[in-house]
Nanobody, 121 residues
């Protein structure tokens, strides 16, 4: 099995910052892309940022210049640094990763349980 555990969410005022972390653990041989998604109440889940195993990144237009995704391969961890937060960034943030489990050679998607980010004064 593969587990993803997010942390770092919370309540922050507009203009503030938060850093999300997601640690992967379990039985896998490789991790390919890792990313962050978010889902606000009444809305569909959307991509926030993704980072490949080689370090290439892609961001949603709404967060470009404010959010930064990074990863630590040695720690199997992906981070999301969020600055200049806005009320519209309020959502549950989910970590996602593409893993090759030990029992297979195919790639599987795994999700974390989510962490709430609330931006409000």
């Amino acid at each position: 099995q593969v587990q993803l555990v997010e942390s770092g969410g919370g309540l922050v005022q507009p203009g503030g910052s938060l850093r999300l972390s997601c640690v992967a653990s379990g039985s896998f041989s490789s991790i390919y892309a890792m990313g962050w998604y978010r889902q606000a109440p009444g809305k569909q889940r959307e991509l926030v940022a993704v980072i490949t195993s080689g370090g290439s990144t892609n961001y949603a237009d709404s967060v470009k210049g404010r959010f930064t995704i990074s990863r630590d391969h040695a720690k199997n961890t992906v981070y999301l640094e969020m600055n200049s937060l806005k009320p519209e960034d309020t959502a549950v943030y989910y970590c996602n990763g593409e893993f090759v489990p030990l029992w297979d050679t195919s790639t599987y998607d795994y999700w974390g349980q989510g962490t709430q980010v609330t931006v409000s004064s």
